[in-house]
């Protein structure tokens, strides 16, 4: 199967999931990068030539994999004194 029915075909189902398309790229570049590194033996260097982008990029995106998502300040509940 080539590469651009299998993308069709799952591109169909995330769309039937309703998942956004922000969240698809996102866990899309999430998943390309960790699959980069896990084949380069975590050598950020050699990740980022494979990928074509500098080492600090990628040093700086995976940090924010590892990063639990900030909660928006509204949505804090504050502590009674």
Do not use: C, W
């Not at 591109?11 to 896990?38: N, P």
């Not at 030539?49 to 590892?66: F, P, W």
């Amino acid at each position: 199967m080539q590469i651009r029915t299998r993308m069709e075909t799952l591109i169909e189902e995330m769309l039937d999931g309703q998942i956004m398309l922000g969240e698809a790229i996102s866990e899309f570049e999430k998943l390309y990068i960790q699959k980069a590194l896990k084949r380069h033996a975590r050598h950020f260097s050699k990740t980022a030539d494979a990928l074509g982008i500098h080492r600090n990029t990628l040093a700086k995106r995976v940090a924010g994999y590892q990063t639990p998502p900030k909660t928006p300040k509204r949505l804090l509940v504050r502590r009674a004194k």
